[in-house]
T-cell receptor
Framework: AQSVSQHNHHVILSEAASLELGCNYSYGGTVNLFWYVQYPGQHLQLLLKYFSGDPLVKGIKGFEAEFIKSKFSFNLRKPSVQWSDTAEYFCAVIRHNNDMRFGAGTRLTVKP | NAGVTQTPKFRVLKTGQSMTLLCAQDMNHEYMYWYRQDPGMGLRLIHYSVGEGTTAKGEVPDGYNVSRLKKQNFLLGLESAAPSQTSVYFC????????????FGDGTRLSIL
């Protein structure tokens, strides 16, 4: 069973549409959460991370994510996407024992 | 500042051949990682290293060996390549623990026939 689930494999949006990509994990206890992005032809880059504190975290390029502990979720959002946001997005979870797992990724295509 | 550099970028092997993938980082990071990326499965951690001379198993270590003789280099070896090892391999490094942001290389696309 997938330890980190990203519900959408491929999302297609028009520019200016709002984005929400789902990420759920199946671990209890303390976790650290990440979203990474891979633009076409580039390597993975960190988008944002959550360790503790305010469950709403803001990252680069207008992205944000909300940690909802009761739902084991860490969904990524952006109010208005741009063509340049076309990329593959990966959620990652690290447990206390340094066990790091990535989701399968969500490919986002933004139509100009 | 090159960051994380992987060589080679592409390679085709025959079943049973051996090869070594090289990862080099110039950020003085303690931690280094090797992942494989397969369609529909995201990245899976093969092995990692918490410092020079140390290595540890990740989620999918079987069929691979690693070495960290120098702090800046992390080598991934396939002793006897199998078609199931056809994948894109990514190296990463981080300053501090595994829960710190990781810097990734551009990947190595490996095909085993």
């Amino acid at each position: 069973a997938q330890s980190v689930s990203q519900h959408n494999h491929h999302v297609i949006l028009s520019e200016a549409a709002s984005l929400e990509l789902g990420c759920n994990y199946s671990y209890g206890g303390t976790v650290n959460l990440f979203w990474y992005v891979q633009y076409p032809g580039q390597h993975l880059q960190l988008l944002l991370k959550y360790f503790s504190g305010d469950p709403l975290v803001k990252g680069i390029k207008g992205f944000e994510a909300e940690f909802i502990k009761s739902k084991f979720s860490f969904n990524l959002r952006k109010p208005s996407v741009q063509w340049s946001d076309t990329a593959e997005y990966f959620c990652a979870v690290i447990r206390h024992n340094n066990d790091m797992r990535f989701g399968a990724g969500t490919r986002l295509t933004v139509k100009p | 500042n090159a960051g994380v550099t992987q060589t080679p970028k592409f390679r085709v092997l025959k079943t049973g051949q051996s090869m070594t993938l090289l990862c080099a980082q110039d950020m003085n990071h303690e931690y280094m990682y090797w992942y494989r990326q397969d369609p529909g499965m995201g990245l899976r951690l093969i092995h990692y290293s918490v410092g020079e001379g140390t290595t540890a198993k990740g989620e999918v270590p079987d069929g691979y060996n690693v070495s960290r003789l120098k702090k800046q280099n992390f080598l991934l070896g396939l002793e006897s390549a199998a078609p199931s090892q056809t994948s894109v391999y990514f190296c990463a490094s981080s300053y501090g623990g595994i829960n710190q942001p990781q810097h990734f290389g551009d990947g190595t696309r490996l095909s085993i026939l």
